[in-house]
């Protein structure tokens, strides 16, 4: 499978700007999307951006409009990063960050997940 790190977040006023960065190692050619999930004090984990090995994105109607995932994986490269940029920042996106990516690995072809270790973030005045 895959292994995930991830670096940047931290603490920021309202209205500020993040950038988080999470570098695949492994078998990343089995990669088929890579995303950002959040998870905020007493609430489910959920996804906020995602996106595919061929460019499609997908966003949460929260973060719309304010934040960005960008994907580094040249196939002739040996990584495989996703940076997820976050602008104009609320206080309601305080929670901890997780790295994801899923794919198919094998000659059955399973499914697998691969979470990071999480990075906290802090949006507060």
């Known amino acids: 499978q895959v292994q995930l790190v991830e670096s940047g977040g931290g603490l920021v006023q309202p209205g500020g700007s993040l950038r988080l960065s999470c570098a695949a190692s492994?078998?990343?050619?089995?990669?088929?999307?890579m995303g950002w999930y959040r998870q905020a004090p007493g609430k489910e984990r959920e996804l906020a951006a995602a996106?595919?090995?061929?460019?499609?994105?997908?966003?949460?109607?929260s973060v719309k409009g304010r934040f960005t995932i960008s994907r580094d994986n040249a196939r002739d490269s040996a990584k495989d990063t996703v940076e997820l940029q976050k602008t104009n920042l609320k206080p309601e996106d305080t929670a901890v960050y997780y790295c994801h990516a899923a794919g198919l690995i094998g000659e059955g072809f399973t499914a697998y997940g691969s979470w990071g270790q999480g990075t906290q973030d802090t949006v507060t005045s």
């Open positions: 492994g078998r990343i050619s089995s990669i088929l999307v």
């Open positions: 996106v595919t090995t061929g460019g499609t994105q997908r966003y949460s109607d």
